[in-house]
């Protein structure tokens, strides 16, 4: 990725200087939350950690609490800068720590090259934090320092620039092995590099089944051989082998896999050449790779390459490793960061990458479609799933191995991950547990699409639901195969070709006469897969329809009107959107079927609406929306919504709702209470119906794209069957969870 230095200097300057600030995370607003905040209360919670020490993770910050501590004497590929050159570095390293994993950092950068004041600093630290992050600290110093702390402290301490590389290219090395078909026990390995980084990678490697005679290790020096005096350390000396190769060049004929770890430009194309057949090929230095992958495949096109750069395929990024280990490792308060719980990241890591790839992480990279192969041999940096992975592995592995002081129920522990991503992750995992439950036919129209095939196989592959895609079975199977998805239960159905046919148009016709549609007609509609879908949910050969990824709105619900219509006690259908904010979950409704609904339609859109929500679970609190509040403004408009507040009463009693209201008197809980205190809103509503169309769509979108919140929709409520329409362009991901939404409703109807 290209920059130029103004705007690097720009970035880090502009606005609040720096990458991180410290947040509260309690209220402070007045002289009682000084008070406990503060003197006196404080000291509550001092005794209590003073009678039992671990109880300061239940009163302080220290169990999500990490220290990134670097002397600057390696930083990045700048070399020994110092600590205070190495600040912008470390600050972007707390940044990731806090985007990937919820993790906070202190960044400390400690003013002195001598490894003695960097242990000792660790250790008084120790009160202070959860576990210690090293970083950009030379070999062999680093080595020292880190074995060093893992002795005298009890909390995790873990030199990235040692572990993360070997993590990561780990799980990279055992999938391109599996790729080009060769065992990890007879491969030979050549790295370029000696230092902490490259000595950790052989070592790990070695855990990982490689054998240690068959790695030649290189330096500046040139290979390090039994018996070589010239720039040796101990470390160094674990991998001195009796051998009479000399140089890289030497070292590199008929080599399998090439690791490096040094500068840029030490490989030539000429020196790949002679690498043994199916060659994997990981050159890591940054920001120049020893070799760039175009120069390897001008020699050999049968390489597999992978990279530290973000430009090329199969980056070798060190963010893939660190922030979930720690966040595993924190989580059961583990004492250290042993072994079994870095090979458990690397074989996570690897097992993620032969899963399917949610294409909203393919965009992110610019790519259409993504599967394991030569080109994705690890997950990308951003793929969200990481966290649920990496994390629980590494939790998992220090539990096993005795390193944890707490212990995990799995399945709870990735749903509390899933919040940490954000509540709409939370959510739906709560509805697609329950789809699991009572899995339902789901029929999906648009079968030949890609994104719709991907989906299906994900909503089998993890038991939400059975689906069914309707198109031509020649394509299917073409797209399926071509992006290598298996079709193994999911069921085709081809409308031009169906045996029920017949069927199907006798229903139609018979239901749409009256509105002048003829046999031949309703043979004709059932062409289009919407129609065919929606008879189909109507005469129970399937249990709900989802669609909509390459269609207009209109175009998607009005063959399911026509065909299944509204339930005859909601009289009419309206659309709901979920909103979810990093705090908070908001419904809005009607935002995408009913124009200027009277007080009667109102009454229903809020009573369908709160009904959707009971189903998912949470207690409906309804603000029926306006200019005006509580009459404050005699208008026909505002005094439609207050009709529709009374027959909504009058229907359910047992219901919170209010009106008519403005939006900030319906989500200010202050407003409320001081200015309208008889209000049925006690707390701030989660369900707002809005007087109009173009009100509810303007808000919802506004909501979606200024107010950060993630929308998940529209979801159609009122309808006499489950159907329910995607927005057009839906990713996969959007598929799998409205098809999740259309399982739940379809068990509640049951």
Known sequence: ??????????????????????????????????????????????????????????????????AVVSNGTAVLGLGNIGALAAK??????????????????????????????????????????????????????????????????????????????????????????????????????????????????????????????????CDRAGVIYAGREEAMDPYKARFAVPTSLR???????????????????????????RMAPCPIIFALANPTPEILPDEVRAVRDDAIIATGRSDYPNQVNN???????????????????????????????????????????????????VSFGREYLIPFPFDPRVLLWVAPAVAWAAVASGAAHEFIDLEAYQA??????????????????????????????????????????????????????????????????????SLDDIVIEDPSSSTRREQYATYLWERRQRKGLSLAEAHQRLYNSNYFGSVMVALGHADALVSGVNMHYPET???????????????????????VFERHVIFCGDTTVN??????????????????????????????????NFGSVRHPEAERVARAVQLMRQRDPSLVVDGEMQADTALDEQKLHSMYPFS?????ANVLIFPNLSAGNIAYKLLEHLGGATAIGPILVGMRLPVHVLEAGADVQDIVNMAAVAVVDAQERK
């Open 595 to 628: 124009i200027d609904p009277t007080a009667e339609q109102l009454a229903q859109i809020g009573h369908a609406a709160a009904r959707l929500v009971r189903t998912l679970g949470i207690e409906p609190r309804v603000a029926m929306l306006s200019f005006s």
């Open 557 to 579: 619900i009005r063959p399911a009107l026509e065909v299944i219509g509204a339930h005859p006690k909601a009289g009419l259908v309206s659309g709901l959107y979920m909103l």
């Open 1 to 66: 990725m290209s920059y130029n230095r103004e705007d690097a200097l720009a970035y880090h300057e502009h606005g609040r200087p720096g990458k991180i600030a410290v947040v509260p995370t309690k209220p402070l607003n007045n002289q009682r939350d000084l008070s406990l905040a503060y003197s006196p209360g404080v000291a509550e919670p001092c005794l209590a950690i003073t009678q039992t020490a671990d109880d300061v993770y239940r009163y302080t910050s220290r169990g999500n609490l990490v």
């Open 680 to 684: 049925a809103l006690t707390e701030r």
């Open 416 to 485: 509390e991950l899933e919040l940490r991503l954000g509540r709409a992750r939370g959510v739906m995992r709560g509805l697609i547990s329950r789809a699991m439950q009572n899995p339902k036919r789901v029929v999906l129209p648009e079968g030949e699409e890609p994104k719709v095939i991907r989906a299906a196989r994900i909503l089998v592959d993890d038991g939400i639901a059975h689906p069914i895609l309707l198109g031509n079975r020649e394509t299917i199977a073409a797209t399926a195969r071509a992006a290598g998805i």
């Open 319 to 369: 963010v893939l490793g660190f922030p979930f280990i720690f966040r595993g490792a924190l989580d059961v308060r583990a004492t250290q960061i042993n072994e079994e719980m870095k090979m458990a990241a690397t074989r996570a890591l690897a097992a993620l990458a032969k899963e399917d790839v949610p294409d909203s992480v393919a965009k992110l990279y610019g790519l259409s479609s």
């Open 88 to 217: 912008p570095v470390m600050e972007g390293k707390a940044n990731l720590f806090k985007q990937f994993a919820d993790l906070d950092v202190f960044d400390l950068e400690v003013g002195s090259e001598n490894p003695d004041d960097v242990v000792r600093f660790c250790q008084l630290l120790e009160p202070t934090v959860g576990g210690i992050n090293l970083e950009d600290i030379r070999a062999p110093d680093c080595f020292y320092i880190e074995e060093t702390l893992r002795r005298t402290l009890r909390i995790p301490v873990f030199h990235d620039d040692q572990h993360g590389t070997a993590i990561i290219s780990g799980a990279a090395l055992l999938n391109a092995l599996e790729i080009v078909g060769k065992e990890i026990d007879k491969v030979r390995v050549v790295f370029s590099g000696a230092g902490a980084a490259a000595i950790s990678t052989a070592e790990h490697y070695v855990r990982l089944g490689v054998r240690r005679e068959n790695i030649i290790m």
């Open 247 to 273: 140089t890289l060049a030497e070292a590199l004929v008929g080599a399998d896999v090439f690791v490096g770890l040094s500068v840029g430009g030490t490989v030539t194309g000429a020196m790949v050449a």
